[in-house]
């Protein structure tokens, strides 16, 4: 937005050129006798000095009228093409160049994170995976071939980079090698595989999630490497179908998991080998006295998911809680455990 000097200096080149055309047209005229157009001509062609012959012969103080029309339009041409000139400047070089140093911060800004998430098209489910990631304070960067969704992605606070998720260097200015995890969502299926191939090359130890339309695309994204494939038709067909079954319990859990129901949340927690709680069954640990939390499920080493656990089973070292509970029985929770970030 320019500054009001600016526009004062404005006002000044286009009030001096004006009062110049003007003052000029009227001295040929009551000087010289001319018509105003006569006038009028006289004093642009004196101004922008083409070289044209005059219009008629001067006197001597149609002379001095050229005289100062030449002068004046001299100095106010110079001060029009120095302003001009100026603005041009700063907006299309200087512009570029705090552009390219925005850039660089950027690229450093994203090479110094570290267990943050990359999301690969920034469409409605992007948006939407964006959204919830903020919500939980995490650490995103964008990668989008659409460079007008920059200007959205930085005023939601996050990184952004425009260009193609697939190409290798451009994953790697991501910070790939660093990242914890990656959400793989542009609208066309082999897109997303080619992504998913090359992320996972890239760190064969990220959580990759990503989008699929069919059967087909699903089996071929996870034997690419992603970690699990979401296909958004079916499970938003699905999730209607329980709204209308039971749509009390739905409601809970989005709620819950969105953090949204009086402080609820559900959470995944990891047991850490030196917690005192490695090895103690949920009776001995006291989870639901000491932590005011309820285990609703459990997944071991082997990655068999246990639901409701046995109040006697041990739990061991690497093994995933689901919890749920408030806020700040979690966080006590999680030092316990030992997984605090």
């Given at each position: 937005?320019?500054?009001?000097?600016?526009?004062?200096?404005?006002?000044?080149?286009?009030?001096?050129?004006?009062?110049?055309?003007?003052?000029?047209?009227?001295?040929?005229?009551?000087?010289?006798?001319?018509?105003?157009?006569?006038?009028?001509?006289?004093?642009?062609?004196?101004?922008?000095?083409?070289?044209?012959?005059?219009?008629?012969?001067?006197?001597?103080?149609?002379?001095?009228?050229?005289?100062?029309?030449?002068?004046?339009?001299v100095g106010v041409g110079a001060y029009v093409l120095l302003f001009v000139t100026r603005h041009v400047f700063e907006?299309?070089?200087?512009?570029?160049?705090?552009?390219?140093?925005?850039?660089?911060?950027?690229?450093?800004?994203?090479?110094?994170?570290?267990?943050?998430?990359?999301?690969?098209?920034?469409?409605?489910?992007?948006?939407?995976?964006?959204?919830?990631?903020?919500?939980?304070?995490?650490?995103?960067?964008?990668?989008?071939?659409?460079?007008?969704?920059?200007?959205?992605?930085?005023?939601?606070?996050?990184?952004?980079?425009?260009?193609?998720?697939?190409?290798?260097?451009?994953?790697?200015?991501?910070?790939?090698?660093?990242?914890?995890?990656?959400?793989?969502?542009?609208?066309?299926?082999?897109?997303?595989?080619?992504?998913?191939?090359?992320?996972?090359?890239?760190?064969?130890?990220?959580?990759?999630?990503?989008?699929?339309?069919?059967?087909?695309?699903?089996?071929?994204?996870?034997?690419?490497?992603?970690?699990?494939?979401?296909?958004?038709?079916?499970?938003?067909?699905r999730r209607m179908a329980s709204m209308l079954i039971r749509p009390s319990v739905v409601d809970f859990m989005d709620l819950a998991e969105l953090?949204?129901?009086?402080?609820?949340?559900?959470?995944?927690?990891?047991?850490?080998?030196?917690?005192?709680?490695?090895?103690?069954?949920?009776?001995?640990?006291?989870?639901?006295?000491?932590?005011?939390?309820?285990?609703?499920?459990?997944?071991?080493?082997?990655?068999?998911?246990?639901?409701?656990?046995?109040?006697?089973?041990?739990?061991?070292?690497?093994?995933?809680?689901?919890?749920?509970?408030?806020?700040?029985?979690?966080?006590?929770?999680?030092?316990?455990?030992?997984?605090?970030?």
């Amino acid at each position: 937005m320019a500054s009001t000097f600016d526009l004062w200096k404005a006002a000044v080149a286009v009030g001096g050129l004006l009062l110049l055309l003007v003052g000029g047209t009227a001295g040929f005229h009551f000087v010289e006798g001319w018509s105003w157009w006569d006038s009028f001509f006289m004093v642009l062609i004196s101004v922008t000095t083409v070289g044209y012959g005059e219009v008629h012969p001067l006197s001597q103080p149609g002379q001095m009228v050229a005289s100062v029309v030449i002068i004046g339009g001299v100095g106010v041409g110079a001060y029009v093409l120095l302003f001009v000139t100026r603005h041009v400047f700063e907006g299309i070089v200087e512009g570029t160049f705090t552009r390219a140093r925005a850039r660089r911060r950027e690229l450093a800004a994203v090479a110094a994170m570290s267990g943050h998430t990359i999301v690969c098209g920034y469409g409605r489910l992007g948006r939407e995976i964006c959204a919830g990631l903020k919500a939980e304070a995490r650490e995103v960067v964008v990668i989008d071939t659409d460079p007008s969704v920059a200007e959205d992605v930085f005023e939601q606070g996050l990184s952004c980079i425009v260009g193609d998720a697939a190409d290798e260097e451009l994953l790697k200015q991501a910070g790939v090698a660093n990242a914890g995890s990656i959400a793989v969502a542009t609208r066309e299926d082999a897109m997303n595989t080619y992504i998913v191939l090359a992320a996972r090359e890239l760190n064969p130890d990220a959580r990759i999630i990503a989008r699929a339309s069919t059967s087909v695309a699903t089996r071929r994204l996870l034997r690419s490497g992603a970690s699990q494939v979401i296909s958004p038709a079916r499970l938003g067909g699905r999730r209607m179908a329980s709204m209308l079954i039971r749509p009390s319990v739905v409601d809970f859990m989005d709620l819950a998991e969105l953090g949204e129901y009086s402080d609820l949340f559900i959470e995944e927690l990891e047991l850490s080998a030196t917690s005192d709680l490695a090895g103690k069954s949920l009776v001995e640990a006291n989870y639901a006295g000491t932590y005011h939390v309820l285990v609703l499920a459990v997944r071991g080493g082997d990655g068999e998911m246990r639901f409701a656990p046995p109040a006697s089973d041990p739990l061991n070292p690497g093994d995933l809680l689901i919890v749920a509970g408030h806020r700040k029985d979690l966080t006590r929770l999680e030092e316990a455990l030992g997984a605090a970030a």
